[in-house]
């Protein structure tokens, strides 16, 4: 496979599980604890009614990859790509159409998260948000804890109703449409969230103690999810990348402020997967900010490229010819 390859969602979908992903994001953040990853801080620009351009990226400089992953949010929809290249070089390895991509990262990023901060006998979830990724966050939940039931939320009721459904269907998991937050989150050792509230909706009365909560949805600051009377019962806060977090969560940034000390308190997630140390018995709430990250992406786009090539999976495209332009 000389030639770079353009990548499928269908195959994308074949050539890794959510077990598979959550294990490839674990070896990424390890890797960026071991400084052998670089982070590019994401950057977005926002225009109309809630439409967004994103780019993320990272570098592994030890396997000659680097990778960014661009898309555009728009009410009409979106279309995700992962674009690969040797970083030596600077050629082009792949292109990989990334929403399943997305789903895998950002769904198994909150499975590592609750792995090592959740209850390891959370046997019950709270899914708030029934939109593209909560399936995927459901899945990654049942990868890591020996999952048998999930209370779902959405303001929506056929919503609910619907996502509950598909839980069962999919996943074969007893799954509960729920009529109010309260019943939902009600004593549920794990909660996630992932919707596009624009203004917080979760209070600190709707966790139980010792939750865990993954918090995915609001990664851009015109939007929240979570009130100011959620952070100071969390014991533990943690992020994928806490650079981010200050340059993009509104409910991190009121909390915080400008305060470096309380900056220093949100923990990386590649740190706590490095050395083991997650929750701790005396922890009452630990929050998990899942913001997005380049590692994360370059860690699936890497390991989906090599199986695509001992595969022999993917679409060849010619290598872009190189032309001067008419002055």
Not at 88 to 100: D, H, P, Y
Not at 153 to 164: I, M
Request: with cysteine; net charge positive; aromatic share 6%.
């Amino acid at each position: 496979m000389n030639n770079p390859r353009w990548i499928s969602e269908a195959e994308v979908c074949s050539l890794l599980s959510m077990e598979e992903a959550i294990a490839a994001l674990e070896a990424g953040l390890r890797k960026k604890a071991a400084g052998k990853a670089r982070n590019m801080v994401k950057t977005h620009v926002a225009w109309g009614e809630g439409h967004t351009l994103h780019a993320i990226g990272a570098v592994f400089e030890d396997e000659h990859l680097v990778g960014t992953k661009t898309w555009a949010h728009t009410e009409g929809g979106a279309t995700p790509l992962f674009i690969l290249y040797d970083s030596s070089t600077g050629k082009l390895l792949c292109v990989i159409e990334a929403f399943a991509l997305g789903q895998l990262r950002t769904g198994g990023v909150s499975g590592v998260a609750a792995k090592f901060l959740s209850s390891p006998d959370a046997s019950e979830m709270a899914m708030i948000g029934t939109g593209k990724q909560a399936l995927a966050q459901v899945a990654a939940i049942k990868a890591v804890r020996k999952l048998k039931r999930v209370k779902v939320f959405s303001p929506t009721p056929e919503n609910r109703k619907k996502f509950a459904e598909k839980v069962k269907e999919k996943l074969g998991l007893e799954a509960i449409a729920c009529e109010s937050l309260e019943e939902a989150t009600k004593d549920s050792p794990i909660v996630t969230v992932a919707t596009r509230a624009r203004e917080p909706f979760l209070s600190s009365r709707h966790f139980a103690k010792g939750a865990h909560v993954n918090a995915v949805g609001a990664i851009t600051p015109e939007r929240s999810e979570l009130s100011q009377d959620v952070f100071p019962r969390a014991t533990l806060l943690s992020a994928d990348s806490p650079p981010q977090v200050r340059k993009l969560s509104r409910e991190f940034q009121d909390f915080l402020g400008q305060d470096e000390t309380a900056w220093n308190s949100v923990r990386p997630l590649s740190e706590i997967v490095s050395n083991g140390k997650g929750r701790k018995p005396s922890d009452d709430l630990s929050l998990f900010k899942a913001m997005g990250m380049g590692i994360s992406d370059l860690s699936l786009a890497a390991e989906i490229h090599r199986r695509a090539l001992s595969k022999n999976l993917g679409h060849p495209f010619p290598h872009p010819v190189k032309a001067e332009p008419r002055f």
